[in-house]
């Protein structure tokens, strides 16, 4: 996903630059700002976090066949997945038609039922014949919870590689009080060694039409490295299927490299109709550089129109405007003074662009699998 977006800013950048009216600010250094986005994938690049990212969807001890198929049809109708430009912006979206669609059912989620009774204590392992997660004899799951086995993927099928190579395991304790529904998740390496993820995701019905999911905790890639990423984030969704308002926004911090990340998201939505908001920021030192984009889309006529606005310190850095539809795609960018972006300028861009998509990845791998639960 992070190369589609690459492609699209880099034509886009090159399109041309005006003078602003508001003065322009630059960065302070653009190759420091490319190789601390760079440097947050290198937290991810172990087998167990791999696996744990693609097989999220299918972490689930009861089917979540419902849930699996509301991903698909959000995917499916949504027309920013039509230009590779604009695709990786997709996935906020995605998720709050989804999340939209469930609402009745985690407003009515039980705390007291988070897990059936009857597969408590299982542990899950993949079935190489089915493609799916099924409960074994082994042992090891905590009693309050489930455990699943992870295993290396395939990167193009993003499904575990034959014969099965384990990787560790990701372990969902409930730990619900009250009327408040708590799922607590860990990622551990084969034997429970290195301890790779540890968060929690708390689910609060507000009412009948609206709840609230938080999640706090920290990924790390569990070598002899100072690195580690905390975050802390919510989802809230209110509305019904016809109309609804989906909110999300995440903060990570990798206090080591004095890098914080911000991504906050509002999707309006009607049953044709959607408006997103996007803010991406990136603290990095003194400096803070934003990505702000504002889109307008038609499911119906899978039409787009919006701008991309990048800025630094609060100065304007470029501006794109986008207008897509069926068959057709523009995007028309300008740079913040007569001198446009030179080539680090542009890379730092890129990479910028890169975190969106890849900060809702990671927001969509951490919600998951308490998705998959709480709205089976």
Not at 88 to 95: C, D, F, K, R, V
Not at 279 to 291: A, D, I, K, S, W
Request: aromatic letters at 6%; a negative charge; charged letters at 15%.
């Amino acid at each position: 996903m992070r190369w589609i977006l690459r492609a699209g800013l880099a034509l886009g950048l090159a399109a041309g630059a005006c003078k602003d009216s508001i003065a322009p600010k630059s960065l302070a250094n653009p190759q420091a700002t490319t190789a601390q986005m760079a440097a947050l994938d290198t937290l991810f690049n172990v087998s167990p976090l791999t696996s744990f990212s693609a097989l999220s969807g299918d972490i689930a001890p009861v089917a979540a066949a419902r849930v699996a198929m509301l991903r698909a049809v959000a995917s499916a109708s949504n027309p920013l997945a039509r230009s590779s430009a604009l695709r990786p912006y997709a996935q906020g979206l995605e998720s709050a038609r989804m999340l939209r669609q469930l609402v009745p059912t985690l407003a009515g989620a039980s705390a007291a039922a988070i897990f059936p009774p009857d597969v408590l204590g299982k542990t899950f392992e993949w079935n190489v014949t089915t493609d799916v997660y099924e409960a074994t004899a082994r042992t090891g799951a905590p009693t309050n919870g489930v455990r699943f086995i992870l295993y290396a993927v395939d990167p193009l099928s993003n499904l575990p590689v034959e014969p099965l190579v384990e990787v560790g395991y990701v372990d969902l304790k409930d730990e619900s009080a009250g009327s408040t529904a708590k799922v607590h998740i860990t990622v551990a390496g084969v034997g429970g060694t290195p301890v790779y993820v540890d968060y929690s995701v708390t689910l609060a019905s507000l009412s009948t039409t609206s709840v609230r999911m938080n999640t706090a905790g920290y990924i790390t890639n569990g070598v002899s490295s100072p690195d580690t990423l905390r975050f802390t984030g919510l989802i809230l969704v209110a509305g019904s299927t016809t109309s609804a308002s989906v909110t999300q926004d995440v903060t990570l911090d990798v206090n080591a490299r004095d890098a914080h990340i911000r991504l906050w998201e509002r999707v309006s939505l009607t049953q044709t109709t959607a408006d997103l908001r996007i803010y991406f920021r990136f603290q990095h030192g003194p400096e803070g550089v934003t990505l702000e984009g504002n889109f307008n889309l038609d499911s119906v006529g899978q039409t787009v129109d919006g701008t991309l606005t990048a800025k630094v310190d609060g100065g304007p850095f470029a501006t794109c405007t986008v207008a897509a539809g069926p068959d057709t795609y523009t995007l028309t960018c300008r740079g913040a003074d007569a001198d446009g972006l030179n080539a680090d300028e542009e890379e730092a861009l890129q990479a910028l662009g890169d975190g969106v998509a890849h900060v809702s990845e990671i927001v969509g791998g951490l919600f998951g699998p308490a998705v998959n639960i709480l709205g089976a």
